[in-house]
């Protein structure tokens, strides 16, 4: 390790979360790659996806995942607070991917995305209406996000590492949540010309 990146005087129970960081965010990256790369109907919906959706989730995840994982097992600052923030945001897309729609009601674009690809996979919520409800497999990639982003962060303020600018990360989560919301969720929709009671 090089003296300027802050982890030289890294005490065990730093080591022992930073590796409970690591084995979260390789779960995490192999398990997305998985269920984006392979047919596992009816848990996953990869047999609707066109060979282009799938390389290109698939292949940018895998770069936006591993980023942070080989960040924290190179002790690279610069990667591991790109982990921090990543991992939160990443959770929040994923919450408005699929709890908007589920609890406001899809755009025409998420709705068919959702019936194209996740509508016949497995559920466990029940269905409000004609919103979509997330399936099984994003349930246990959310949870798998969550969990990875605590420990990440858990991890990384274990390290005598300082992040001075960590601020800059919520505006950017900021604007691609709203973004997510805006795409599955308002795009495209119609107002009520009803009038209101």
């Given at each position: 390790m090089s003296p300027d990146n802050g982890l030289e005087t890294i005490t065990v129970h730093s080591w022992l979360m930073i590796a409970f960081a690591i084995?979260?965010?390789?779960?995490?990256v192999l398990y997305h790659q998985i269920t984006t790369?392979?047919?596992?109907?009816?848990f996953n919906g990869v047999r609707f996806y066109?060979?282009?959706?799938?390389?290109?989730?698939?292949g940018i995840?895998?770069?936006?995942?591993?980023?942070?994982?080989?960040?924290?097992?190179?002790?690279?600052?610069?990667?591991?607070?790109?982990?921090?923030?990543?991992?939160?945001?990443?959770?929040?897309?994923?919450?408005?991917?699929?709890?908007?729609?589920?609890?406001f009601g899809p755009s025409q674009m998420g709705l068919e995305i959702y019936n194209r690809i996740h509508g016949r996979t497995i559920t466990v919520l029940p269905r409000r209406g004609k919103n979509p409800s997330p399936n099984l497999e994003h349930l246990i990639l959310m949870a798998?996000?969550?969990?990875?982003?605590?420990?990440?962060l858990i991890a990384f303020r274990s390290a005598p590492i300082q992040f001075?600018?960590?601020?800059?990360?919520?505006?950017i989560g900021a604007v691609m949540v709203s973004g997510?919301?805006?795409?599955?969720?308002?795009?495209?929709?119609?107002?009520?010309?009803a009038p209101s009671a």
């Amino acid at each position: 390790m090089s003296p300027d990146n802050g982890l030289e005087t890294i005490t065990v129970h730093s080591w022992l979360m930073i590796a409970f960081a690591i084995t979260s965010q390789l779960i995490l990256v192999l398990y997305h790659q998985i269920t984006t790369l392979f047919d596992f109907f009816p848990f996953n919906g990869v047999r609707f996806y066109s060979r282009r959706e799938k390389l290109l989730e698939a292949g940018i995840n895998l770069v936006l995942m591993s980023a942070p994982l080989l960040g924290f097992i190179l002790h690279q600052p610069l990667l591991m607070k790109f982990g921090v923030v990543y991992y939160f945001i990443l959770f929040a897309v994923e919450c408005a991917t699929w709890w908007g729609p589920y609890f406001f009601g899809p755009s025409q674009m998420g709705l068919e995305i959702y019936n194209r690809i996740h509508g016949r996979t497995i559920t466990v919520l029940p269905r409000r209406g004609k919103n979509p409800s997330p399936n099984l497999e994003h349930l246990i990639l959310m949870a798998l996000t969550i969990l990875t982003a605590v420990t990440t962060l858990i991890a990384f303020r274990s390290a005598p590492i300082q992040f001075q600018h960590w601020w800059i990360g919520l505006i950017i989560g900021a604007v691609m949540v709203s973004g997510t919301i805006f795409q599955f969720c308002l795009q495209g929709r119609q107002k009520s010309n009803a009038p209101s009671a």
